[in-house]
Nanobody
Framework: QVQLVESGGGLVQAGGSLSLSCAAS????????MGWYRQAPGKQRELVAA???????NYADSVKGRFTISRDNAKNTLYLQMNSLKPEDTAVYYC????????????WGQGTQVTVSS
């Protein structure tokens, strides 16, 4: 059973920084892609950043230049460094992992709350 456990959320003032981690219960080598999504109240879940097994990254326009995604396969962990946070970054952040082995498997963490005060 694959488990993804996020940590690092919390309350921060606008302009501050937070670092999220997502620890996987299995080797992250098996995941083709990993990413961070977020969902604000009353809004749909949206992609924040993604990273492929080869290290290629993709960011939402709203976070480019402020957020950095990385993965450490040796530690089975995905990271999201968030700088220059804005109140509109407030959301529950979810870790996501996708593996393709004949069929596609998608896994989600339970989410961690990030609140940015103005």
């Amino acid at each position: 059973q694959v488990q993804l456990v996020e940590s690092g959320g919390g309350l921060v003032q606008a302009g501050g920084s937070l670092s999220l981690s997502c620890a996987a219960s299995v080797s992250t080598f098996r995941f083709n892609d990993m990413g961070w999504y977020r969902q604000a109240p009353g809004k749909q879940r949206e992609l924040v950043a993604a990273i492929s097994s080869g290290g290629r990254t993709n960011y939402a326009d709203s976070v480019k230049g402020r957020f950095t995604i990385s993965r450490d396969n040796a530690k089975n962990t995905l990271y999201l460094q968030m700088n220059s946070l804005k109140p509109e970054d407030t959301a529950v952040y979810y870790c996501n992992a996708r593996a393709v082995v004949l069929v596609e498997y998608t896994y989600w963490g339970q989410g961690t709350q990030v609140t940015v005060s103005s």
